[in-house]
């Protein structure tokens, strides 16, 4: 698997040769540095560290980690991550752009974490129904989430019983999205569909 | 430069047709594929309205088909639009001419735009 970190500029939209409008999230992902490569000798599995410097800065960053870093010549990373099992012949030290791995095409996993939405009730949270009517004498029941169980057997609720709650925030995996274009220039990337996060996230980018 | 921005402007491409504004009678030729085959499909009437910026900008050409109003929505940027004719430039006063809608016959005509050599 190789990837890389890239942040979430914002959607768009494109035309296929075909006359197809598909919207597609632009990604713009920098050089990334490899902070780390694992062998199968010293760490059991095959891996290659990855790090993005973003706007992380120095005098936020601990010593130990500036002590890791400081074997790929960077003082500070936003974001680090490992991609097993990769393809790429890098040493540390050595920069990863987006024409190293993506091309026109590619099936890519988008990994983000989804906008926070507060405590939502289960209409929203989990896609419930809501319990009746709005007419009929009904009131206050239309986003209601029904019986949560039996009565005195179990005499408790299940553990797991969907119910409101904090919604959103959470690290969201799409997958099999294609890369519509690459810019290298410019260090973009179009990719069809919605990504997970707001304006400004990172985004991890995975290709097999 | 916002990066979206620069996206935007390097998908847009040069403008392929003569400008046109609401109010003029444009033919639109739009290919139609079909299969494997292709062809053109011309749809001819006023523009009534422009709308959106950029990569998103659409026009709504309305006709009248035997007696119904038939209104048609196209985006700018579709590479489906193979030619577009402006046919007549129309006297009209305002951006969107949404009343066009309510009326039939002789009312519903836009005014030719009168050009006089200076």
């Given at each position: 698997m190789n990837g890389l970190i890239g942040k979430?500029?914002?959607?768009?939209?494109?035309?296929?040769?075909?006359?197809?409008n598909v919207a597609c999230t632009v990604v713009e992902a920098l050089p990334n540095v490899v902070t780390q490569v694992k062998t199968k000798d010293t760490d059991g599995y095959f891996a290659v560290q990855m790090s993005y410097e973003g706007s992380s800065k120095e005098k936020n960053t601990t010593q130990q980690m500036q002590g890791h870093l400081s074997a790929a010549g960077i003082k500070s990373a936003q974001k680090i991550v490992e991609f097993r099992d990769s393809s790429l012949e890098k040493n540390v030290g050595d920069t990863v752009t987006i024409d190293d791995i993506f091309a026109e095409g590619d099936v890519v996993n988008a990994i983000g974490t989804s906008k926070g939405k507060g405590f939502q009730g289960v209409v929203k949270r989990h896609n419930f129904r809501g319990v009746g009517d709005a007419t009929h004498g009904q009131h206050?029941?239309?986003?209601?989430?029904?019986?949560?169980?039996a009565a005195s057997y179990p005499a408790r609720v299940f553990k797991g019983m969907r119910m409101a709650g904090r919604t959103g925030?959470?690290?969201?995996?799409?997958?099999?999205?294609?890369?519509?274009?690459v810019m290298p220039e410019k260090n973009l990337l179009l990719i069809?569909?919605?990504?997970?996060g707001h304006k400004g996230s990172l985004v991890i980018?995975?290709?097999f | 430069m916002n990066l979206l921005d620069y996206v935007n402007s390097e998908l847009k491409k040069e403008s392929r047709f003569p400008d046109f504004r609401p109010g003029d009678n444009i033919a639109v030729s739009y290919?139609?594929?079909?299969g494997a085959k292709e062809r053109i499909q011309i749809f001819k009437g006023d523009v009534i309205q422009i709308k959106g910026a950029g990569l998103s900008k659409t026009f709504t050409v309305r006709k009248m088909s035997s007696g119904v109003g038939?209104?048609?929505?196209?985006?700018?940027?579709?590479?489906?639009?193979?030619?577009?004719?402006v046919l007549k430039r129309g006297r009209v006063r305002r951006a969107k001419l949404y009343y066009l809608r309510g009326l039939v016959g002789k009312k519903a005509k836009i005014r030719e735009k009168k050009f006089t050599k200076k």
């Open positions: 979430k500029i914002g959607m768009t939209s494109v035309f296929t040769t075909a006359g197809k206050n029941r239309q986003r209601a989430p029904g019986s949560i169980g925030g959470d690290r969201i995996k799409m997958k099999n999205l294609n890369v519509i274009k069809k569909g919605a990504i997970p980018l995975e290709k | 290919k139609i594929i079909e038939v209104e048609r929505i196209f985006p700018m940027e579709s590479p489906n639009i193979a030619e577009i004719k």
